[in-house]
């Protein structure tokens, strides 16, 4: 039946129309505080018992600058920690030692359209791209991942992540946990084969509900235990999973305090039952260990919810052959505590200032721009369009400076004529069921450039899917780059376009939906 593939993967194809760019120079005139080297390579890592894995992996080298810049996850094969500050000028060779295309994005980094990353700057292998740019973002954690055209899902899978922190005047006199206090935890899930490699077949399936492994990861770690001491803790989570979508609770019932999320602190943190964390999202949690004894432990769990793969979809079936169901409940990992201290370290009432825009400041208050998103036919699309290169559409033109209100609308077949249209007709699929509403699922959406204010997010609830399962998990007051949109679900947000004219892509960061085309971009003109 893969014959009978839609016609959306021609249209992806069309992409290949792009122009060859050569690699970006290092130019004469930018003086870079902080240098270094990226690379992106093939080696083999112990992470299993037994025979090592193959993975693609970042490793950097300082060439000028702080020391700090630079940390790797102790015991890790994912990318260093890259550590900036605010205001630094920032110079990355980025060197291609893979056996394909490649190129990086600074996820949630406000930065010039020819340094972002586009797939059109990819370059091959033993070429080397050169970055340039200021850091101008506030404090907050930042991704940096690979973008090449259809292959950023399997080299995140494969490897090529790592977690890129800013800091800024601000937060540093907050005197939060930092050094070994700070910690990293990037999620990911993984499927091996009987040889410890790593096996990633999305096939058709994929394409439409994401690769799903059954074994989870942390730092690159199954089972990870954190040994921790009695004092207060930052950890900073990262959902480096092409499709799985977490919600993260502690065992015990203590809530999660949140201190921020994609774009940095909230104002104030918020306690929380749990968080739903989608590919790309990160959350800043606090979590103080101060009244646990020693010996004593603590699991941070995903625990059950509904309404983000199908009831009754393909992509629930095969997770479930994997052994580990999208949506069930299972441990991300455990923190033991094995040393008492005294600290004083105390969680201040007050975080920031997030300086925010309200509708009337927009360009377009009374008709925002549209993110359509799309189900049906197999296709994963927005605004109605699989991604092509040189296919901005007038909705999709952005006038330089300017703060726009954006609509993101998952379309439920409401009208808008594309979802439920000849689903199960010639797919191979007779008996799923899949009609019309049954094929929805949650899309993370991703928007480069500035971080967004969410505004209002609405349910539609004749078609809702899951919704009350999920939905005191968003952390709505901080500033994000990604939202995960519910099945049934609009959410309106604001976001600034300043500074940088050029393509910047927004797309679903469940990667198997990006390489499929679930991708487009605005021009900033
Ligand atoms: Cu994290 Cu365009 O991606
Ligand atoms: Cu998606």
Redesign the pocket.
């Known amino acids: 039946t893969l014959a009978s593939m839609p016609s959306w993967l021609t249209a992806a194809e069309s992409m290949h129309g792009m122009p060859i760019l050569p690699p970006r120079p290092a130019s004469a005139n930018f003086k870079p505080d902080v240098e270094l080297e990226l690379f992106c390579q093939e080696t083999e890592v112990a992470v299993l018992v037994g025979q090592k894995t193959r993975v693609q992996q970042y490793s950097a080298k300082l060439l000028h600058g702080p020391e700090q810049t630079l940390t790797a996850i102790p015991g890790s094969f994912l990318g260093p920690v890259i550590r900036l500050q605010k205001g630094q000028k920032v110079r990355i060779h980025l060197h291609n030692q893979l056996s394909e295309n490649t190129i990086t ?1 600074w ?2 980094l406000h930065v010039p359209a020819d340094v972002d ?1 586009h797939p059109m700057y990819a370059i091959s292998s033993g070429q080397t791209f050169v970055y340039e740019f200021e850091v101008v973002n506030r404090a907050c954690m930042a ?1 940096y ?1 690979p ?1 090449p055209h259809e292959a ?1 899902a399997t080299q995140v899978y494969h490897g090529l992540v790592g977690a890129m922190i800013i800091n800024d005047e601000e937060e540093a006199a907050l005197g939060l946990p930092s050094g070994e206090f700070e910690i990293p935890i990037v999620i990911q899930d993984k499927l091996f084969d009987s040889q410890n490699q790593l096996i990633y077949s999305p096939g058709m399936h994929g394409s439409m509900f994401g690769f799903y492994g059954n074994r989870i990861l942390v730092n690159g770690h199954p089972e990870m235990q954190l040994e921790v001491a009695s004092r207060a803790y930052r950890l900073r989570f990262l959902n480096g999973s092409t499709a799985r979508i977490y919600k993260l609770a502690w065992d015990d019932g203590t809530p999660i305090t949140v201190l921020g999320v994609d774009g940095g602190l909230l104002e104030q943190p918020e306690n929380m039952p749990y968080v739903m964390l989608a ?2 999202e990160r959350l800043d949690v606090w979590a103080d260990f101060s009244n646990r004894s020693v010996g004593s432990q603590l699991v941070m769990r995903s625990l059950a919810f509904s309404g983000v793969v199908p009831a009754m979809g393909m992509g629930m079936m095969r997770s479930q052959a994997y052994g580990l169901p999208v949506g069930s409940d299972y441990p991300i990992f455990t923190a033991r505590i094995t040393q008492k201290v005294t600290d004083s370290t105390k969680l201040p009432s007050t975080l920031s200032k997030i300086s925010r825009y309200s509708i009337s400041d927009s360009h377009n208050p009374n008709q925002p721009v549209p993110i359509t998103i799309s189900e049906g036919h197999m296709q994963m699309l927005l605004n109605g369009r699989p991604h092509a290169y040189n296919d901005v559409q007038d909705n999709e033109r952005i006038p330089l400076n300017t703060v726009q209100l954006i609509e993101i609308f998952h379309d439920q077949g409401g009208g808008h004529g594309m979802s439920g249209m000849g689903m199960g007709r010639g797919m191979g699929m007779g008996g799923m069921g899949m009609m019309g509403g049954m094929m929805a699922m949650a899309h993370p959406i ?1 928007l ?1 450039g500035q971080s967004f204010q969410i505004v209002s997010r609405s349910i539609d609830s004749a078609n809702e899917g899951g919704y009350a399962t999920v939905n005191q998990g968003f952390v709505n007051s901080g500033l994000k780059d ?1 939202v995960l949109v519910m099945p049934g679900e609009t959410v309106r947000l604001i976001k600034p376009f300043q500074d940088y004219k050029g393509l910047f ?3 679903c ?1 469940n ?1 198997e939906h ?1 390489d499929m085309g679930m ?1 487009r971009e605005f021009l900033v003109e």
Request: cysteine-free; glycine content about 16%.
């Open positions: 994005h996820h949630g990353g991704i991942h973008h950023t590919p790309g991703h480069h990604t892509m927004f797309h960061h990667l990006e991708m």
